[in-house]
């Protein structure tokens, strides 16, 4: 039976690659099905890091065409619905810095210290596929029973156990969720399609795309990106893998960046992050909206205005029309598109905090201050990495922002009512994080942080002008400060300056 999303040349194709290339070590049964391939599901990277993995471990050769044709024919009919990814997002979209949260401690220790938990929760299989995993592991790192977190325990007894066990019930192969969403109609994404974003230290984006279809899932595309004082126009090509997980590659003048977006169930916006081809902690998180179907406000620029200042605000969305009008402030609009309005605002003082601010029947938020009551870095915990230096591995920066809040009616720094200002700009500094770090003279040698916030550490390699001729890693405070008039305020960040991440699968 050919899932009615997906075409019957794909199915026989994809049904030809597999008995080509892999029915050699896996059986086919008269059922079509083939060993252990047809029992579990994996995201688009999934199946291609397994694909890579057939090639490293056991020799698999295969062409480019055909793995990525595969890749597309797994993921279409072996995937994870949109609802299976949700927890999991910013580690598949390669956001950097995350720090996964709410995993159970004993499945992190036992599965989670080599990689991300994301990489076994972005897969469905049953228990006996999860055991047999588990032999590929026993197999291959013959040590594992023995490092840190397992020796403490039964590893392997308790991994083919309990944690197979669970894993089978918390990710199995049949879902309800994955049976609707291969009943439910996958939307072609071609369009027009409006565009916002957010630039760590860089600042905000709008902007438009136009898809095209090239068949068979794929799309052209063609972007132009709007951020403060510069335009960027680009193009790229796209695929949906598994009807809604997005994936692209775009030229820009200056770089190479790529897409890993989830469209929504009805196809009529996306969201995810775009980034630099070989630096993808230069990354920004956008939403995109059909131009059809979608009315209404997707962004506000600045979101936050002083009172008594008069600021420019850029409102960007799709069918926009009707009166502007922001609670306790006067709204002078200069120009004004169905995708685009500027206005001068000027809050009067009557009121403070998160106001509404409408245009025609849609509404949003504004943000009105009377002044920065307190700063905060983001992330509050960075890394970077040495690299370079005649080295294979390219350096990895960190990315800061400093966003400016106020107490709230309460006054109090860090309740509730605190109301968040966006980003602001401030002068950046690193220095030593504690003694040890002052000792090795760490700010001196890690690295330097440029006015937009952008940690640039040191180059690969040992250091023979450092004590004990160590390498370039250093243990760092981040800090911001913020200039107001005769007032300053200050935060900080903690950065690890560290050393080269050798394999940078597409699942860490
Ligand atoms: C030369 C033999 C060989 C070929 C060819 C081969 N495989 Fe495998 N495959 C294996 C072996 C052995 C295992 C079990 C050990 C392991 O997981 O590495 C395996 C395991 C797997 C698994 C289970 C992985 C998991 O996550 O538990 C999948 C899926 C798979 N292969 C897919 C493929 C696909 C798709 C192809 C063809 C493109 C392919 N294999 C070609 C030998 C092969
Ligand atoms: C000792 C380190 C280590 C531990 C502990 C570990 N893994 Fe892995 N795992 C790896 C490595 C390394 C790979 C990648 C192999 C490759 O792709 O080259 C991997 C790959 C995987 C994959 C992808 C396999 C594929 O082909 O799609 C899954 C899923 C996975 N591990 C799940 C688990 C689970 C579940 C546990 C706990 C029972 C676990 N891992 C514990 C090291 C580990």
């Not at 099905?33 to 090639?55: C, L």
């Not at 992050?273 to 009315?295: C, L, Q, Y």
């Not at 106001?355 to 870095?377: E, F, M, N, P, R």
């Not at 640039?456 to 760092?476: F, H, M, Q, S």
Request: charged fraction near 25%; proline fraction near 4%; glycine fraction near 10%.
């Amino acid at each position: 039976m050919t899932p009615s999303n997906i075409s019957e040349t794909e199915m026989l194709v994809g049904n030809t690659l597999l008995s080509d290339n892999c029915s050699g070590c896996h059986m086919a049964s008269d059922d079509g099905s083939f060993s252990r391939i047809s029992h579990m599901r994996k995201t688009p990277e999934g199946w291609d890091m397994n694909i890579a993995r057939m090639m490293i471990f056991h020799g698999l050769e295969i062409e480019p065409q055909d793995r990525r044709a595969l890749v597309k024919f797994l993921s279409d009919t072996q995937g994870l619905a949109p609802a299976e990814t949700a927890a999991h997002r910013d580690i598949l979209e390669r956001k950097h810095n995350t720090i996964e949260q709410d995993v159970d401690p004993d499945l992190a220790a036992m599965c989670a210290r080599c990689h991300t938990y994301a990489r076994v929760a972005l897969q469905r299989r049953d228990k006996a596929e999860w055991q047999n995993l588990v032999h590929m592991h026993l197999g291959q790192w013959a040590s594992i029973e023995y490092q840190m977190l397992s020796r403490e325990r039964d590893w392997r007894a308790d991994a083919l156990g309990p944690v197979s066990e669970k894993l089978g019930q918390m990710y199995p192969l049949k879902t309800a969720v994955w049976a609707d969403w291969q009943a439910t109609e996958w939307k072609d994404m071609s369009g027009e399609w409006r565009i916002v974003g957010h630039y760590p230290g860089k600042g905000d984006m709008e902007g438009t795309m136009k898809v095209t279809s090239l068949g068979g899932d794929n799309y052209q595309t063609e972007f132009t990106l709007h951020f403060v004082g510069q335009t960027l126009v680009g193009k790229g090509k796209s695929i949906v893998h598994s009807g809604f997980e997005w994936r692209g590659t775009a030229t820009f003048p200056d770089e190479k960046v790529r897409q890993i977006w989830a469209a929504s169930t009805d196809g009529n916006s996306m969201t995810g992050s775009f980034f630099n081809k070989d630096h993808f902690e230069e990354s920004m998180v956008i939403t995109a909206w059909r131009k059809t179907s979608e009315n209404g406000i997707m962004g506000i620029v600045p979101s936050a205005v002083k009172v008594g200042v008069e600021t420019e605000v850029v409102i960007s969305g799709v069918n926009l029309s009707g009166d502007v009008t922001i609670e306790g402030a006067k709204v002078t609009v200069t120009s004004a598109t169905a995708d685009r309005i500027v206005a001068q605002v000027k809050a009067d003082g009557t009121t403070e905090g998160d106001v509404k601010l409408s245009v025609g029947k849609d509404v949003s938020i504004q943000t009105i201050y009377a002044q920065v009551d307190y700063l905060k870095v983001t992330p509050e915990y960075g890394i970077s990495r040495v690299g370079g230096g005649g080295g294979p591995i390219p350096k990895v920066k960190a990315q800061f922002e400093a966003v400016g809040y106020s107490f709230g009616p309460d006054s109090v720094a860090g309740t509730d009512d605190d109301v968040r200002l966006g980003m602001l700009q401030v002068t950046w500094a690193v220095d030593n994080y504690s003694e040890a770090s002052a000792e090795m003279q760490d700010a001196k040698y890690a690295g330097y942080i440029t006015a937009q916030g952008t940690f640039i550490p040191e180059v690969a390699g040992p250091n023979p002008d450092r004590k004990y001729g160590t390498n370039n890693a250093g243990d760092l405070k981040v800090i911001a400060t913020y200039t107001d008039g005769a007032r300053i305020l200050t935060a900080e960040a903690h950065l690890i300056a560290t050393v080269q991440r050798w394999n940078n699968p597409p699942i860490m």
